[in-house]
């Protein structure tokens, strides 16, 4: 039995209790075990955060963007330093292997706080000359931000937040998913160590209640939010109430073009990239995989000998390569979604079946599924299903393939494998997506911009592109000449 831990919110500096008491269980997924006890924050708690956000903000906009940017930093290597901890305690909260929090998840949080220590030195606004007169702009922050998580990457959602947030001098407020709470206190922890000033970035858990107290809060200037697309209308409905703005993170149905010069050993390695890595539950993938008619066969004979050696097991185990689903309730939906698929006609060529003998019997352990036979009108093939679920397509040309990828009210990323890169720059060019990867797939360097067109989101993160969304312009005219009245 683990040891339960006590995860508090972080407020002004420390950890502390929910005003009346609250609590929720906290799940280890790969075996149904408490791990945390956690305090839910109410509207006092959140009325708290608020007003330490304010006092952290007062200090931390008044900083120097120089002085910032050293404290981003070091947090940046405070995290790597931690990095065993901190990816065993991702894996115990999320059911993901080992092998991959321990390269992935705190190495992004810490490459994203380093990008944006880095850059926030050099925020500045312009000068505009105008003859008698000249303007300028100043970069100046929002205020308060909220951020509001998924449960898939919460130590790499907690930075992706806050690093560009805190470089352009706002205060942030976190709410993790309910079900990954542990992560985001630890960040919080690590840049008060690196020296930011108390009420800078806070945390509070809770469920959608506590995300709600956020996203209406009127002291509040913006929400980013990473979930779903249903959250998001439902967020996006609910800051429009004080203006605030939005930036919204959501899912996808993304598409993978597998053309017929393609390299296919490479082309399987990014389908099993883009689909099985982290059971699926990446937003990103690229679940609808369109395969050239003349190289499928050899495509789907190499994807299902190379799915079908990936090891399942415990995540602490270092071999283990697909462990457990982040719930039993998500595991069910996964199951549903696979069932149907086949009731809708899809054949299930591997994969697809829950383990239910011990140790596995507690967790939500799914062997990856490849579907055959499948059109762009089954559900399986339209809807989300956030779990190791491949479905597989076919094309004649190229015209044929850009249109059915685009066919989808989602675009968050897509794919395109060939080894004529005129082909596939032309093939981007007109794919609907905001996130496309040439002869890779599902890579998110902290430089690239990543984010969603169509229903798949709203704004940036990541890249100079996210310093738009976590500040505002302000334009000064500043009179040289006579002022001649029209009066
Ligand atoms: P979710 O939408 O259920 O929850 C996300 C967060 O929103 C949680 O913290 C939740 O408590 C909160 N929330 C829910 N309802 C709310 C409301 N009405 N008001 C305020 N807050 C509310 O998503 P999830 O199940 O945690 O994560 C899976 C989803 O996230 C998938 O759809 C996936 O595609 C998406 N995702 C997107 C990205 C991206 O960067 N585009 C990354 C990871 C996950």
Redesign the pocket.
Known sequence: MAEIQNCKLYIAGTHQDAADGETFDNLNPATGEVIARVHQAGKADVDRAVEASHKGFAVWSAMTCAERGRILRRAADLLRARNDELARLETLDTGRPIQETSVEDINSGADCLEYFGAIAAGLAGEHIDLGQSFAYTRREPLGICAG??????PTQ?ACWKAAPALACGNSMIF?????TPLTAVKVAEILSEAGLPDGVFNVVHG??ET??L??RHPEIAKVS???????GR??MA?AAGTVKQVTL????KSPILIFDDADIDRAVTGAMLGNFYSGGE???NGTRVFVHESVKDAFLERLVARTEALKIGDPLDPDTQVGALISLEHTEKVMQAIADGQKEGARLVTGGQRLTEPPFDRGGFVTPAIFDACNDDMNLVRE?I?GPVLSLLSFKDDEEAITRANATPYG?AAGVFTRDLTRAHRTVARLQAGICWINNYNLTPIEMP?G?YKQ??LGR?NGKAAIEYYSQLKSVYVELGELESPY
């Open positions: 509001i998580g998924a449960w898939n990457y959602i709410k993790p998913a309910e079900l469920f959608a995300g709600q956020l996203t939010l990473t979930g779903e697309v249903g959250t439902k967020i609910d993170e959501l899912g996808g990446i937003c990103s989300e956030f968050l990543f969603g798949s989101g993160e």
